[in-house]
């Protein structure tokens, strides 16, 4: 006989704060980093220079760009941390001293989502009793900030991380000298695409296979483009010229 599981009486996420998650810097990294070189070869195999040039352009704008989208991802997201910060102590001033504005704001905030009457009053003097509950929600309420904020390093981080380690995929047939190297390039590169974005479904609403094919075919004309620029300047640069 199956011994049926016990109830919990209450859930271990909601004795938790929530954490912050860092897919977009992972999926933000992979994708520029396999575009980004990506790029650079079909640029350097339109433009029929050799495969030295490819491996010195890939390896160089794979390191300097990485750090460069770290760098700036860093940036942004201290931005956001102290614009944060800056709002928390504003408004954590304002509840001290100017409580009846607060509780104003509160009754408006609650009143707009259909509460009145005792529902309504009862909510509020809640809230206004608890000043830590009472800072989040004017927060989250009245400036759209999440509960808790994103690490400005493990932002760059991830995203460094994710460009290296997806960028050097299209380079992995020219630094093992495949035969036909740039339809490995090209294979590979496809593949890395559809997979990151076949991945990215799990936590959106759309299908992994729309997900991933979505994701290819943006890939696909970024890296066209780059290839036919690459083409078109080597057409430029060799036709002799009237």
């Given amino acids: 006989m199956l011994t049926p599981k016990p109830v919990q009486k209450t859930s271990d996420k909601a004795l938790k704060n929530p954490s912050q998650s860092y897919l977009r810097d992972w999926i933000y990294g992979g994708i520029d980093g396999t575009v980004t070189t990506f790029a650079v070869v079909s640029g350097v195999v339109g433009g029929e220079l050799s495969s030295i040039v490819i491996l010195i352009l890939?390896?160089?704008n794979l390191?300097?760009?990485?750090?460069?989208?770290?760098?700036?991802n860093y940036l942004g997201t201290k931005s956001e941390v102290?614009?944060?910060q800056h709002f928390k102590t504003?408004?954590?001033e304002n509840i001290e001293t100017e409580p009846s504005v607060v509780k104003s704001e509160i009754e408006d905030i609650y009143r707009n989502k259909g509460l009145k009457g005792k529902g309504l009053t009862k909510i509020v003097n809640a809230?206004?009793?608890?000043?830590?509950?009472?800072?989040?929600?004017i927060l989250k309420e009245e400036y759209g900030f999440p509960l808790t904020v994103r690490s400005p390093l493990k932002a760059a981080f991830y995203t460094f991380i994710s460009f290296i380690l997806f960028g050097f995929v299209p380079l992995i047939p020219y630094v093992f000298t495949f035969s036909n190297p740039f339809f490995w390039s090209s294979f590979l590169t496809?593949?890395?695409f559809f997979l990151i974005g076949s991945v990215?479904?799990?936590?959106?609403?759309?299908?992994?296979?729309?997900s991933g094919m979505e994701t290819l075919l943006i890939g696909v004309a970024t890296a066209s483009l780059a290839f036919g620029i690459g083409f078109l300047l080597h057409i430029y640069l060799t036709v002799p010229h009237v």
């Fill in 127 to 137: 809230i206004i009793s608890n000043k830590p509950l009472l800072l989040d929600i």
């Fill in 90 to 92: 504003l408004e954590a």
């Fill in 63 to 72: 390191l300097a760009d990485g750090f460069s989208m770290a760098a700036s």
């Fill in 190 to 192: 496809g593949f890395v």
């Fill in 82 to 84: 102290e614009q944060y």
């Fill in 58 to 60: 890939g390896c160089s």
């Fill in 200 to 210: 990215k479904s799990r936590w959106t609403l759309n299908a992994w296979l729309y």
